[in-house]
């Protein structure tokens, strides 16, 4: 089962199951460092959807930091990755973000539709 | 500045600033604990949209214990509450919940339009 299946029910709707708690829960945990949200944020942003650690130098850490972080997001299932020659090379997932963006927003709907 | 102001550009849309970050992973981290999601979830999907600790019982935890994870949702900003009587009422914030979703949602925008 992949996070993407499992984490679609928005909260709203029904009280959440305990496996569907422990998915949703360790990726909004991945996103609950400053840090590791910038990073993540910088990743998703990036030119082409993707970067390499060697594309990240703006959020103040140093670089075996910042690879650090991004191993945990994609732990996560938050990332995938790609090794490209020297560099790997990250990139969101997004059937896990919208699914996770579901999980907060049916809630309300009146806000964005 | 109010949480849901803060949170709301896209991270896919530029890197997130230290300050928008520092506020986004508080709320975050605030849903990255299993059983405080499920309790989240359980106020959120409660008739009229609120609950005290007394609807709450099914989710395997004490009842100190629940109003100790209602309070840390309180403090990140993704609850209020209201006494009433006995009973403290909780109650989901649907801005912040929007703009969380906002955050991560129009990404992937052709999964919700």
Redo the contacts between chains.
Sequence with gaps: MSNAEVCCSP????????EE??T???M???????????L???V??HEG?EACVCDIS???VSQPTVSHHLKKLKEAGLLTSERRGTWVYYR?E??V??A??????E??A???T
Tied chains: 1, 2.
Excluded: N
């Design positions: 909260v709203t709707e029904r009280p959440m199951s305990a708690a422990e949703a829960a360790r909004f945990k991945a996103l609950g460092d400053p840090v590791r949200l910038r993540f944020s910088a998703a942003s959807g703006d959020v103040g969101v997004p059937a973000l919208a996770m963006g579901r999980l907060l927003v809630s309300s009146g806000a964005l």
